[in-house]
């Protein structure tokens, strides 16, 4: 995605002529108020979530001997997601790649944005009605691949120096990814069937995945990962022992944990929310001169509704169209199987607009010569 406004120079973050006078930040200068943006936003917040959550789980389940939650509960994060943090993280997409770019959006980036999303939006909605299984797995794969780039950009943002080299920031977004997306399949095997299974359900098909959720194949994969997740954070630590490696490894360690004791429903929804979503919500203020302006002069809660405020049309608009399509659908929550219905229309109608979402954040890793971007200096 090539910017309308022309082809930025190769890691000039911030040099774009018609913002002079508020330049975007180089992630990881640990000094910069991108730095400081992404630990008060997107890094404490998560901690104090997750790291609660994941006591008071593990308590609880060591005096009442059940991993089981009120129905009401399990689905609550991801109807939470529909108005903070989750959907509308991405709901500012049609500003975010001009202000990566150094540019104020205009007429010519919005339409180059509502492209994109409607060409890569329409086509794997044709994929879910086409083809639901494949369509499962891609949506799987994408989110894996897109939640590993997610957390790779927040440890460059606030100076991850131990991810330089190619091996080690590959094996870092693979992690990252796969602690969501893989580690709940391990502790919760028929659950995770259950969700996936209504996805491939609202289309009329059925999902086969005995196999998946066999021991066999389920120690082949933990054990697979696990040795990739100490490879991966031994790797760093002999390049550098820095303060952001010990970041790296306790985080990594506390979601292996979370995503293994919490039921994979909530687990991932509350994920989404206060750790994916905050973090990107982060990346939105560092690179927004007015979102900068104000987490420097007012704190992090004016700029958080600052950026909420640019995320509010299309929230709007995204939740009627989700209402719409659920209502055409005949999908009501009457009853728990009504509830995992809706629930599964809302994880596909959020896969359909993960992949231009995905399009977008890469092209600002390239603008901004961060994240995923470097992976071509470090060749």
């Known amino acids: 995605m ?44 998560a901690w104090i979530v997750i790291g609660g959550i994941t006591l008071v789980w593990a308590i609880a389940t060591a005096f009442t001997g059940s991993q089981t939650l009120p129905w009401w509960l399990r689905y609550g994060p991801l109807a939470v997601s529909l108005a903070i943090f989750g959907l509308p993280h991405g709901a500012v997409d049609h500003l975010a790649p001009a202000r990566a770019a150094g ?6 980036w919005l339409l180059a944005v509502g492209l994109v999303y409607l060409v890569l939006g329409s086509a794997y909605g044709f994929l879910w009605w086409a083809l639901p299984v494949a369509s499962a797995a891609l949506f799987v794969a994408l989110t894996w691949f897109h939640w590993g780039q997610g957390d790779v950009y927040a440890l460059d943002a606030i100076g991850a120096s131990h991810l330089a080299g ?29 969700v996936v299974g209504a996805w491939v359900a609202l289309f009329g098909s059925k999902l086969d995945a005995a196999w998946l959720v066999s021991p066999a ?48 429903l909530f687990a991932v929804g509350v994920y989404f929310c206060v750790w994916h979503s905050l973090r990107h919500i982060a990346r939105l203020i560092a690179v927004d001169p007015s979102g900068r302006s104000t987490f420097d002069e007012r704190g ?41 219905a809706a629930a599964a229309l809302y994880l596909v109608f ?28 470090e060749q």
Request: positive net charge; glycine residues 14%.
């Open 217 to 264: 194949v389920r120690g082949v994969l933990g054990g697979g990962f696990a040795l990739l997740t100490v490879a991966t954070l031994l790797a760093g630590r002999r390049r550098s022992g820095g303060r952001v490696w010990y970041l790296d490894a306790g985080e990594t360690a506390l979601l292996w944990g979370f995503f293994l004791l919490v039921p994979p």
């Open 300 to 340: 992090a809660v004016p700029a958080l509704l600052r950026t909420g405020r640019d995320a509010l049309p299309l929230t709007v608009v995204a939740v009627l169209l989700l209402l719409a399509i659920a209502v055409a659908g005949g999908v009501a929550v009457e009853t728990q199987t009504d509830l995992r």
């Open 103 to 108: 540019h104020r959006p205009t007429a010519a």
């Open 166 to 194: 190619r091996g080690v920031r590959i094996g870092t977004l693979l992690v990252r990814g796969g602690l969501p997306m893989l580690v709940p399949l391990l502790g919760h095997p028929e659950e995770y069937r259950v």
């Open 350 to 377: 959020i896969s359909v607009l993960t992949l231009p979402h995905v399009a977008i954040v890469t092209w600002m890793d390239w603008a901004e010569n961060a994240g995923l971007a470097r992976l071509v200096d």
């Open 2 to 45: 090539k910017g309308p406004t022309g082809r930025r120079e190769k890691g000039s973050i911030g040099r774009g002529e018609s913002m002079p006078s508020h330049p975007v930040e180089t992630p990881g200068s640990s000094g910069s108020i991108a730095a400081s943006v992404m630990r008060r936003v997107g890094v404490r917040p």
